[in-house]
């Protein structure tokens, strides 16, 4: 380069509370409230604010940190910028995240010799979870598989619900705050959402996943797939000798041992980012790995995911323009967990397994599986002109335009011709995150209906048509009728009360 952009620290910066303690402890909200503080009273060029407060109603930092700072998406993205949005510490005790992603930003202002702040704008919430954060008990208990700090929170928030199982329904105002304050003010290009494992007992560094959800456009998928993920996985291995793999764990089927990764379901935060047409990345440290190299993991795949992303802009940039523009005929429906092949996996050797699930195994076998890393498609439904939603469903409609989906008031008028879908059969889950989610059998029939007086009308012409497709449709699983948010009376022989135009 014809000159560095390194620059001297006008102060040596603030230290996370896990590098204060070596390791022991790991950041409270109090904690990063006073890192951004005098990471801000460096001079770094940052804009502090609130994502909104908690279920149990603690503030919850945000930062936006670039050189300079945007005043939000559109003029990001008019810079020729890209949005990156980092979220840690959704699951409470999932701690490494949040200490990984502030070192970054500190380091970042201070030395950016990739000139990365000036390419892209970082839009952080350090502790998603606030209230898991803060319940602090005995890792032993709130985490039997991690190996420390010894003090670490727990998994829901406040009000008991899984936050990576909110993104759809959209109840706690974690996720509202983020749908208000980050989706629609910053559009980001690129979400990165920061885990810990459930201890599935493998040789891997760190574990990694893509969306899932097979109604990502493909060209967004595929460069979060395979461009992105393939070259992070290279760069760590060569660089810090790190064997890093899709996220997901041994199971049996049909009595042999395979590999699968997690749930297709938009529900989860980066599967639902994909839906909306962004790039995505699941982090995944490896929780029986000792929290300080777990800090490292993250942080080194944190800052090469983001470097990727700013070397491969344009690319992602196309996607992302071939997603918002792209009009499918059809999309899917039900999916079914797949594989491309099989890979060798090291896992823990049975014969000489650690009696400590908290602590590393010591001794692998290499074993040959078919590695399920991706869902498909095996049952779709058409895309119409129209959704018409009753006016008594005016909930729904508020919580699609809460997710950025164009929703219009319905004008009288005469009779046209609609699908409807009759339901032949409703099947009901156990509770799950509050609700007992619906699974709809039945067909699609025609009739002639006027539009609903008082209603709305959900356009597919736009961009976001892949998550109106995803809330509407009956016979998904993880939309609004699945979700209990089209009432409880979706009984057989009535109609699934949001009609198709076509
Ligand atoms: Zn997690």
Redo the contacts with the bound molecule.
Sequence with gaps: MMHSHRQTPRHPGPRTRAEATDGRETSTLADVERFLSDLAATGAPMVRENLGRSAGGRALPLVVVGRPVPSGGDEAHRQGRLVAYVQAN??GG?VEGKEAVLALLRDLVQSDPRRLLERMVLVVVPVFNGDGNEALGDVRRTRPHQDGPALAGERPNGQGLDL?RDAVKAEAPETRAVLERVMARWDPDLIVDL??TNGTRHRFQHTYAPPTHPNTHPAVLEWSRDHLLGTVRRRLLRERGWNCFDYGNAEWRDGRRVWATFGEEGRYVTNYAGLRGSAAVLSEAVSFLPFGFRIETTRAFLETVLEEAARDADRLRAARVAAAEDRPRELGVRFAMHTVGEQVVPLEDPARAGSDPSKAPTHWVDVRMPVFDRWRTVRSARVPRQWWIPREHAAVARLLLLHGVAVERAEPGPPRRVEKFRIAEQARGGVFQGHRLIRLEGRFEEAREAPPAGGFLVPSDQPALRLAFHLLEPEGLDGAGAWNLLGDSLDPGTWFPVFKVF
Aim: net charge negative; glycine share 0%; hydrophobic share 15%.
């Design positions: 959704i699951h999932e990576n885990h810990t």
